[in-house]
């Protein structure tokens, strides 16, 4: 399933994310020498509707012309099938930023199969940094996800942003996957479509490429907001909602992706429903914790202890492909190093 180029195709450059099927037959991973070795590793389109990060690179690759760029890059074109339709993902298929090798499901599958190979293939290179690049549906700034809190890590994601969130990793997905064979990182570029989100994430990987190394020095605690992932919110298949459908069994509030990286009070109201607990939520070690953080009394879900949401969309599709949001508390940093005993408790 997976195809390797030892060169860029030409109309690449100028094809938009939906029509890459046509150049493309499947995932294809693309080795472009550089001054420098190893090579940044860019994935890309893992998500057929986040295009930003297609069109980032041909801005960056456009703008260097012939010119040798200043480090390798290895470009991972993902799920072209599902960017023609615009999608996430195609009904019937996996979520190619869930296959990745460590992954629990989908372990057989071609799309495992490809992605494992990607794996192997840019182990055995070696690899700088490792950058997946996506955007989201709802209201969210731009922000980098990590795995690990070394300071390279860090250091690189503040090339992107001052807002920065420390989840333990989902199995199998890719910055989890490349976590230990180097820094690695996702950054959440907004929404797709924009203009300005694309130009962001091209700055951001002109810069990496241009790096030697990273700094030995500590990350400065005025110079990240830094956040941890506590629960992931997920609305079972079983259960209809809505954003502003009061027929369904939990209509939510139609501006919900407004608290986006707010923090939020206990007491909250996310919506109104008919249910006892009509929502999923789980801890990064996979333990049900909806009652740690919600309540349903009186036909309203509200939250019970502080937290910030991210990633929170009124898109249903998403919803229902991924999950609702994901539930963050504030990390503080001391002399460089995060505090980890300044977790809530129930974490």
């Known amino acids: 399933m997976l195809t390797v180029l030892e060169t860029l195709p030409e109309r690449f450059l100028d094809t938009p994310a939906r029509e890459l099927h046509q150049i493309f037959s499947g995932p294809t991973l693309i080795h472009l020498s550089g001054r420098r070795q190893p090579a940044v590793f860019v994935s890309v389109l893992l998500h057929g509707n986040e295009d930003s ?17 200043p480090r390798a890059l290895s470009i991972l074109v993902g799920n ?13 298929q996996p979520d190619y930023n869930r296959v990745w090798p460590g992954g629990q499901g989908h372990g057989d599958s071609p799309e495992a199969a490809a992605m494992g ?3 192997r293939v840019m182990q055995e290179r070696g690899v700088f940094a490792s950058i997946d690049i996506h955007n989201n549906t709802g209201l969210n700034p731009h922000y980098c996800v990590v795995n690990r809190l070394d300071q390279a ?12 969130v420390w989840f333990r990793g989902l199995a199998g997905t890719q910055t989890t996957s490349f976590s230990s064979l180097c820094p690695a990182l996702t950054v959440e570029c907004g929404k797709p479509g924009s203009e300005a989100n694309a130009e962001h994430a091209a700055r951001f990987v002109e810069a990496c490429l241009h790096l030697s190394q990273f700094p030995s020095h500590g990350v400065h605690e005025h110079d990240i907001d830094l956040y941890h ?10 259960v209809s909602f809505g954003f502003g ?40 070690s996979g333990s049900d914790v909806a009652n740690d953080f919600f309540a349903c009394d009186d036909g309203r879900i509200t939250l ?15 919803v229902r492909q991924d999950c609702l949001c994901y539930l963050m508390d504030r990390l503080p940093l001391a002399h460089g190093q995060p505090q980890l005993h300044a977790l809530s408790a129930g974490a």
């Open 53 to 69: 990060g297609v069109v980032a690179l041909q801005r960056l690759l456009r703008r260097n012309g012939k010119r040798t760029l």
């Open 80 to 92: 072209v099938t599902a960017a023609r339709d615009g999608l996430r993902r195609l009904d019937g």
């Open 117 to 119: 190979e990607v794996h």
């Open 153 to 164: 890590v860090l250091h690189l994601a503040l090339l992107f942003s001052r807002t920065v």
């Open 229 to 238: 992932t506590l629960a992931t919110v997920r609305v079972p298949t079983s």
């Open 245 to 284: 459908n009061s027929l369904a069994d939990i209509d939510f509030d139609p501006h919900l992706d407004h608290m986006n990286f707010r923090s939020l009070e206990p007491g909250t109201v996310f919506g109104q429903t008919s249910l006892a607990m009509p929502i999923g939520v789980v801890d990064e």
């Open 304 to 318: 019970l202890r502080a937290a910030t949401p991210a990633m929170l969309t009124l898109d249903e599709k998403v």
